[in-house]
């Protein structure tokens, strides 16, 4: 009788032990990447990059759907789509495998089925400086489209290619900081309105490269009301403003220190905007 009583209590504790590990192993990680530009790591003048950036708001909606979630920023203020592939911006060592891409490509080849989502920013700086002193450079914009066109979708297919279980992926549309210009007289109000469809052929070209390798793309130069001109709106100091023109104002720091980056309430606009296209 003692052999079997003890034969039953060490099944029982093989039986307990062979539960436990099961019921105590901790959730799976799960990531959340951020790539980009400056916008993808929230930089502000005056503080440089921050945490209120539109990643770093996407982030507590996603984690509250999977508590097991974690964020990955591995943005660049300002990165290029060339320097995104190539490197040679940010040089602080945060890319061991030479570039963000390439960061971004062995990151998701390591984990695999564990990134659930992935979002992208970057282009601006291919086309920032080509509106020198209140005008508009056709020709350095037009080459900037052209290098654009080139570069992301050598940096969409590798990131496709990288990680074959397709996470949730969004690109953006950006939003017209140049829309400031119009507080600057008739001339500075032509170069505004000219702007808003340069801002579209350039967005557009994204749109159509997202679409092409399978990323959904957030709306941001709707959010931004880029195109909405009426009603006029009262802004203080400014006075009354076309909508479009308002929103940059309120959104952004270019109407107060003529600095093209989102305030955290604008940060804020974009991230609503990816949640759209996420959940």
Same mark, same amino acid.
């Given at each position: ?19 436990? $590990?099961?019921?105590? &192993?901790?959730?799976? /990680? ?29 982030? $507590? ?5 999977? #508590? ?10 300002? +990165? ?22 390439? +960061?971004? /490509? ?25 509106? #020198? ?19 992301? $979708? ?31 007289? /008739?001339?500075? &109000?032509? /170069? ?71 305030? #955290? ?6 991230? &609503? ?7």
């Amino acid at each position: 009788m003692r052999i079997a009583r003890l034969l039953a209590v060490a099944s029982l504790a093989a039986a307990v032990l062979a539960i436990v $590990p099961a019921t105590a &192993q901790a959730d799976p /990680v799960h990531y959340y990447v951020a790539l980009g530009d400056s916008l993808a790591v929230g930089y502000q003048p005056g503080l440089g990059d921050t945490g209120q950036g539109y990643a770093d708001q996407l982030y $507590p909606t996603l984690k509250a759907k999977d #508590p097991a979630l974690v964020l990955v920023k591995l943005g660049c203020s300002g +990165e290029t789509t060339g320097t995104m592939i190539n490197g040679g911006r940010c040089t602080d060592g945060r890319y061991p495998a030479g570039s963000q891409l390439n +960061e971004a /490509v062995a990151f998701l080849a390591a984990h695999g089925a564990d990134v659930k989502y992935l979002t992208v920013d970057i282009g601006a700086n291919d086309v920032d400086g080509c509106t #020198p002193g209140g005008s508009i450079d056709p020709v350095c914009l037009a080459q900037g489209v052209l290098t654009i066109e080139s570069n992301l $979708p050598t940096i969409l297919s590798r990131l496709r290619a990288a990680d074959a279980n397709l996470p949730r992926s969004v690109g953006m549309t950006y939003y017209d900081p140049f829309l400031e210009y119009w507080l600057h007289g /008739v001339q500075g &109000q032509l /170069v505004a309105t000219a702007s808003v469809g340069l801002l579209a052929t350039i967005n557009t070209a994204e749109i159509g490269m997202y679409n092409q390798y399978g990323f959904a793309v957030a709306d941001v130069q709707g959010a931004y009301k880029t195109a909405s001109v009426l009603p006029f709106t009262t802004v203080a100091p400014y006075g009354s403003l076309p909508t479009n023109v308002a929103t940059i104002c309120r959104l952004t720091y270019m109407c107060s220190v003529q600095n093209i980056h989102p305030n #955290p309430a604008g940060y804020g606009v974009i991230a &609503q905007a990816f949640a759209a296209k996420i959940s």
